[in-house]
């Protein structure tokens, strides 16, 4: 998206999907599908309308839980499909505030770019403190649901969720650096590059390669997925045999990810449980916290990292 930032009046989300441009672009521009995943989780949209030319009207008036019902209407400004689109609300709560639409090829398939611009420093504040990044947050994962799924799935399979599109968050490519504390308390470091993709939209399969904590080459796969009740996967690693498995909840805010497993305990006498926790703090940056539980029950953290995504010229 070329359009240069205000950071005063800005907010702005990316967002990649595994589906072409094309695709994900029809899904903002087509009433019937945007039914199918507009607004934040348990949100619903009866009827949709969309008028795609300039002057045209982009309406998906949204309905909670409980009944209640939230005006949602656009007129769009621009329209040049399948790569962009500007809207401008109208009506509370941020009348005149323009919404910005890009949608780019990339490697995971669309980078979705979206700006919103407020008239007022004021109105930008307002619209951070009532919830933008977990409002938008939780659409963008049911839109990247509704865009993953295909008409010729398993028939056994469930239906794609908002949970696997919280997991296509992870698309893309990243270096990481951690941190730990070894048995004797000396602090080590390790650093390398991680590859996230996306298979069939139901499971994201992350590879790494880099260093071990205190020198040496390491390898790790990750596989990661949801069947309707918890989020499940796996971990290997080529620094040791043990296959970690995973049981896993999303918090309250949708912020981070706890995954709990079983393993080797560090006296190398027994087995201990753990717990990976991922927190994505922004599209482009997430931390990383590993947790052993002691005899008392206690969590001990003794892994800690930060990943941070690398501009497509550098992942190449």
């Not at 599908?33 to 008028?51: F, K, N």
């Not at 799924?149 to 599109?165: F, I, K, N, Q």
């Not at 070894?182 to 994201?204: C, H, I, K, N």
Request: aromatic share 8%; hydrophobic share 35%; glycine share 12%.
């Amino acid at each position: 998206m070329d359009t240069q930032l205000d950071t005063a009046h800005d907010l702005v989300l990316t967002r990649r999907l595994p589906a072409p441009p094309e695709a994900v672009f029809a899904a903002w521009t087509e009433a019937a599908q945007l039914q199918d995943w507009w607004g934040p989780r348990g949100m619903t949209v009866p009827v949709a309308r969309v008028e795609l030319r300039p002057g045209g009207v982009h309406e998906a008036p949204m309905r909670d839980t409980e009944g209640r019902e939230y005006p949602c209407r656009f007129t769009i400004l621009e329209v040049a499909a399948p790569h962009r689109m500007v809207m401008r609300t109208e009506g509370e709560p941020f009348p005149g505030a323009t919404l910005t639409l890009g949608f780019e090829p990339d490697p995971a398939g669309t980078r979705l770019d979206i700006l919103w611009r407020h008239p007022t420093a004021e109105m930008r504040d307002q619209h951070r403190v009532m919830g933008f990044a977990r409002g938008w947050g939780e659409m963008l994962d049911k839109l990247t649901a509704h865009v993953a799924t295909t008409r010729d799935v398993c028939p056994m399979s469930l239906p794609r969720s908002v949970e696997h599109g919280w997991l296509h968050r992870l698309l893309g490519e990243w270096a990481y650096e951690n941190s730990c504390t070894a048995p004797d308390g000396q602090e080590m470091t390790a650093a390398g590059r991680e590859s996230f993709r996306s298979l069939g939209g139901y499971w994201v399969v992350g590879e790494a390669e880099g260093t071990m904590p205190g020198g040496g080459p390491a390898r790790w796969m990750l596989t990661l997925g949801h069947d309707g009740t918890r989020f499940r996967g796996s971990w290997a690693g080529s620094m040791m045999g043990h296959l970690f498995v995973y049981a896993g909840t999303l918090s309250e805010d949708g912020s981070t990810l706890s995954l709990d497993s079983e393993g080797p305990g560090f006296d190398g006498t027994g087995m201990a449980r753990y717990r990976d926790e991922i927190e994505m703090v922004d599209d482009d940056t997430r931390l990383f916290r590993s947790l052993v539980q002691g005899p008392d029950g206690a969590w001990t953290l003794f892994m800690s990292g930060t990943s941070r995504r690398l501009p497509m010229a550098a992942a190449r």
